[in-house]
């Protein structure tokens, strides 16, 4: 009780105030609820071997790829990204084993999906990632590989219109083709879940046994758009020690 204390009093008072906040896997908090592909079953909160420390990972998943889901409405990680003044998502991943041996040629990049709040219903799912050919996936086997994706949460374009160097889809449109009728601002005011693909979204390839995980995922916004609790669960824990 007098820990929930102390953390309520820093959420309410101004020097609580921070510009990003980092899921650290600290503690075995996973805040956002992330899972991988597969419904997270063979999901583990690991407390070493981070970078540093906790991290969280899935061991022996049969897939395609790897993809690592927020949870639909899962606080900090989703909302309205235009208010909000969202300027960048990054993380640490790493791929430990794949049996597929053209893994390493995959692309990697970060998903900001709107469902339009029908989970159940992927049909009316609208979403944007940056060009995926931009980056490759964590190298098998060698540890930790950081990202940082710009997310231009201010541009203002014409129904279709997306901003340079990003992609979009939907269902009926497909992965890679943005409708034609709907903006990139209409996702990013509704934002439901953000998805780190170990491959290019609009791509497909051969199952595979896949090892992979992902620390230090961060959320950034513009200065002082934001306040939220300090920059992380285990910056929380420090200011206790």
Excluded: C
């Excluded at 820990?3 to 650290?24: C, G, H, Q, R, V």
């Excluded at 609820?33 to 583990?44: I, R």
């Excluded at 060009?131 to 060698?142: I, K, L, R, S, T």
């Amino acid at each position: 009780m007098r820990y929930l204390t102390l953390i309520l009093l820093l959420l309410l008072s101004p020097a609580a105030m921070a510009d990003t906040f980092t899921t650290d896997f600290e503690g075995g908090v996973n805040a956002g609820n992330w899972t991988f592909s597969g419904g997270g079953w063979l999901d583990t909160l690991h407390p070493t071997g981070g970078n540093p420390d906790g991290w969280y990972g899935v061991n022996g998943i049969d897939t395609f790829a790897p993809i690592l889901s927020s949870e639909y409405g899962a606080e900090v990680f989703a909302g309205n990204y235009v208010t909000m003044q969202v300027s960048r998502i990054s993380g640490d991943f790493k791929t430990d084993a794949s049996s597929n041996d053209w893994a390493d040629s995959y692309n990697f990049t970060v998903l900001l999906r709107n469902n339009n709040n029908t989970p159940g219903d992927i049909e009316d799912d609208l979403y944007v990632y940056p060009d995926p050919f931009n980056n490759v996936v964590p190298p098998v086997g060698q540890g930790w590989t950081h990202y940082d994706f710009d997310i231009p949460s201010d541009f203002v374009g014409a129904p279709g219109e997306l901003p340079a160097g990003w992609v979009g889809g939907s269902y009926f449109s497909g992965p890679d083709w943005f409708p034609e009728d709907r903006t990139f601002q209409e996702v990013l005011a509704n934002v439901t879940s953000v998805e780190f693909w170990w491959i290019h979204p609009a791509f497909f390839a051969i199952l595979g046994i896949w090892d992979a995980g992902a620390d230090n995922i961060t959320i950034e916004y513009a200065d002082g758009a934001v306040a939220t609790e300090e920059a992380s669960w285990g910056g929380v824990k420090a200011l206790f020690r």
